[in-house]
């Protein structure tokens, strides 16, 4: 079975930059989370959504960061203009209402430099 | 809101060894998920065992155990036979039973090294 998938699994931008991440979640989950992690912070979570709809995105850091899940199989984190403190690794994770495990993408590597 | 704490930012364990990592956790919930999740130099997240705290039993797979102290909010992490493979970042992470989905809220993690 596949697991969320995640691309790019590494990019390196400059900075203003527009950067795009993006996600396919397990087949079938209706839930699908963005988690950023840093030293300094840990994982933290960005945004969730359940059936498509934005739940919480209380975790969002700023204007520049935006999410959008336009069907059930796919969404994108998108952050314009890109600084070198967004550097991180972006985690799409993803679950069923009928089950109560999260599971993770590999992640995608941001370096802003 | 819950909070989850992981008090040793790191820990060590010889091969073969047995080592428990700790994590107390904040809520005012009665029924919600606890999780374990181990993160290599990989990075990925892998999941290592979970309990659902309307089960007083504690939770086993393999060589990994915990002791859930619902009381107590204490949600230990055992690991026997240590092995080499088992060096990671391991989280600890708390989830609200809830239909409509909820989010996992994690601790700040503890790095375990294994020595031969």
């Known amino acids: 079975d596949a697991g969320v998938i995640q691309s790019p699994r590494h990019e390196v931008t400059e900075m203003g930059q527009e950067v795009t991440l993006r996600c396919k979640p397990i087949?079938?989950?209706?839930?699908l989370f963005w988690y950023r992690q840093t030293m300094m912070r840990g994982l933290e979570l960005l945004i969730y959504?359940?059936?498509?709809?934005?739940?919480?995105d209380s975790g969002m850091p700023e204007d520049r960061f935006s999410a959008k899940m336009p069907n059930a199989s796919f969404s994108t984190l998108k952050i314009q203009p890109s600084e070198p403190r967004d550097s991180a690794v972006y985690f799409c994770?993803?679950?069923?209402?009928?089950?109560?495990?999260?599971?993770f993408g590999e992640g995608s590597w941001l370096t802003v430099v | 809101a819950q909070t989850v704490t992981q008090s040793q930012p790191e820990m060590s364990v010889q091969e073969a060894e047995t080592v428990t990592l700790s994590c107390t956790y904040d809520?005012?919930?009665?029924?919600?998920?606890l999780f374990w999740y181990k993160q290599p130099p990989s990075r990925q997240m892998i999941l290592v065992i979970r309990?659902?705290?309307?089960?007083?039993q504690n939770a086993t797979e393999n060589r990994f155990s915990v002791n859930f102290q619902k009381a107590a909010k204490s949600f230990s992490l055992k690991i026997s036979d240590s092995q080499l493979g088992d060096a990671a970042m391991y989280f600890c992470a708390y989830r609200t039973r809830n239909q409509a989905g909820t989010a996992l809220i994690f601790g700040k993690g503890t790095t375990l090294s294994v020595s031969s």
């Open positions: 087949s079938g989950h209706n839930s």
């Open positions: 809520t005012s919930e009665s029924d919600y998920y």
């Open positions: 994770a993803s679950s069923s209402d009928a089950g109560n495990t999260i599971y």
């Open positions: 309990q659902e705290a309307y089960k007083q």
């Open positions: 959504f359940n059936n498509n709809v934005p739940i919480d």
